[in-house]
């Protein structure tokens, strides 16, 4: 696969597409990127904009699995005037499933706080070179504290105040950044690390394959940017944890409950109305949320209907995982999913019979043989958990990974479509490419048997981005500018 350094020129001129795009508007116009830029709620809210959500066992420590949130896509590449700053009075949550009820059994919670030592709180956040963490030229540090929340027990500081790696600010001040990355990575007690920095985007997004979620058809979306991949010279967001395998378990046990679910929240500080503000602590509504990727996009299609305020993109970025079985309308849209009909329309080439149990199956239940999933296993289903209650079982988005599945020794980027089992849909791993194998499943893989794959363009890698590493924290280093 051939991976070709841009060039000067198309890169400023993707650069300045994206600088319009993120102040004009979402990349895709109405369309939007299914999850880079979506719900209303949080269009015009970045830091909290959940973009992708990553499940995967460790290649390089298989005893442990490795989760990533990121957040804020479309960050320009270092300069010394950019800051792309964590949001503080928020908390940004992964949460773990391990009961397949949608509630979660386990979360990992990151609160932000930040020193700014700029005068006025504005301007470069460097004004001399930054070797390390503590250099008196960085002027803007933001400092975070995990703690893990179990059910029904107090939640448990498992880091401290510890230092974020900031925004990456160019060559001249950030000249070993990766460094920097090193120096803010961070040991776990009882295994395990994190780190909060930024990183190169490493979703690919083939805007051609978007046109068939949008258009139905192939070929340019008004408003969308040049190239097949877009985001290839952008940065993100990212935070990294990774756990031993045994902390997400039901009852700590891999080989009798292997499943677990996992998605990633924000939630902005607020205070409840309807109280004396004087006497109480600070409430927290969640904005923001994310399982599997595109799981609104694939569903509703793309229409401003349903990217008005308190539709249905924001009503599921403030829902519960385990209220989505009461949405009917979210149900109703995952049992007849809007891009088949219009591909139809546009092209003739026939939607796949309803009701679509597959595509319930795919985001809301898991691969099984007995949920309509028709991949004739059962790969992650919340069942396979021999101590979790089947009545218990609901229908709700999160991203599920079976922890027994072994690592890859040849990894499919077309993930279970490709013949790679520990690939999506089955957790996330950083180099599964999305788009082409869900359209796939959209238009009837394996539900009805047959091929899509005539539908999609030729697989273009003239802008794919340097593939992510087998080793922590996985995500290439930020785009730099000078």
Known sequence: MRNPRPSRRRFLAATTALTAAALGGPLLGTSRAGGHFDAPGVALDQPANLTDVYAFTSPDAPDTVTVIADVHSAQLPGAAPLNYPWATRARYEIHVDNTGDGVPDLTYRWTFRTEDRRPFG????????????????????????????RAGRAPEVLIADSTAAPTHTGLTLMPDYGALRAEATRALPGGGRSVVTQTAESFFIDTRVVGLFVLGTVGPVPGALPGPNSLSAVNVGSIILQVPKRDLALNGDVGRNPVVGVWATVSREGADLSRDLRAQDAVYRQVGRLGNPHVMFALWGSSAANAVPGGPEDRFNARPAADDHLDQAFLDAALNPAPPQRIQAAQGFAAPPGPREDIRALFLGGIGRDNGARFGLDLNTHRLNADADPRAITWADELRLNLATPVSSSPNPDGVLGGDLQGYPNGRRPNDIIDPPLLRMLEGEPWIGRSAAGLLPPPSFDWQPKPASDVFPYLNLPHAGP
Do not use: K, N
Request: proline share 7%.
């Open 122 to 149: 504005s301007g470069p956040i460097a004004v001399a070179t930054v070797r390390g963490l503590d250099s008196p030229g960085l002027l803007h540090r933001q400092r975070y504290t995990l703690e893990r929340i």
